[in-house]
């Protein structure tokens, strides 16, 4: 317990290179290439940073880039908050000029990247809430008051629910191609149920991540990307 607390009260430009591991990360590595370890080696061929695993009291683990340049001391600190389907990578272009005259962090959200992938709620609010309460808890055990918070798409929506929920915190609020979702009507008759076919295929897709039949594809996406 206390070596954990001890690990945890790190500065933010702590370093630790402890990975989670499941036993799927080795699944048919030939026709799906992709694993943890290949992601932290692509990582550390790509950015130039110092990375640990923040540990929250949910006992889920962000993984956490930090720049901490000499002449950005005393001033608020940068976070971004990536999109879907990204993670820290996202960043590889900006993050020398964004953490150039200030400390910068980036950290992969709950369920992406190198962090944990706790279970979560069925329901939009529940998951919501869920990250929202993740990004609060990954501040307050890196020690930050009050910071720069800039999203990229689906981290921008969580980035706005957050400042919303916790506006003492965001000093400023960046939002870059931001996810919105409308209001749903409370107008009886400006509801309109979905045809079967769509509620069958949500039954069936919903029980699966997103992201799965991208793996499932195995090379057939890499060849489509390097086109």
């Not at 001890?6 to 290179?17: F, I, L, V």
């Not at 990975?19 to 590595?29: A, D, E, F, T, V």
């Not at 600190?77 to 993050?95: E, S």
């Not at 150039?100 to 369920?111: E, V």
């Amino acid at each position: 317990e206390a070596a954990e607390r001890s690990q945890r009260d790190r500065s933010s430009c702590g370093e630790t290179n402890q990975m989670p591991q499941g036993w799927l990360s080795g699944w048919l590595p030939a026709w799906r290439p992709t694993s943890m370890s290949h992601l932290k080696n692509v990582e550390t061929r790509i950015l130039q940073f110092v990375g640990r695993y923040v540990t929250l009291p949910s006992r889920a683990r962000l993984w956490t880039v930090s720049l901490c340049p000499e002449q950005g001391e005393g001033r608020t600190p940068l976070v971004l908050v990536h999109g879907f389907g990204g993670g820290v990578g996202l960043w590889v272009l900006n993050l020398d000029r964004l953490g150039a005259r200030r400390p910068l962090h980036a950290f992969d959200l709950l369920g992406f990247g190198r962090s944990s992938r706790p279970p979560f709620p069925n329901d939009a609010q529940g998951a919501e809430a869920e990250f929202v309460r993740s990004i609060e808890d990954w501040r307050r055990e890196m020690g930050i008051s009050t910071m720069i918070l800039l999203g990229h798409s689906l981290g921008g929506f969580l980035a706005a629910s957050y400042s919303l929920t916790y506006p003492e915190r965001v000093k400023h609020l960046i939002l870059v191609d931001p996810w919105g979702f409308p209001v749903r009507p409370t107008d009886p008759s400006q509801l309109r149920p979905p045809p079967t076919w769509v509620k069958a295929m949500a039954a069936v897709l919903g029980r699966s991540n997103p992201l799965a039949v991208l793996r499932v594809a195995g090379p057939w996406v890499a060849q489509q990307v390097d086109r």
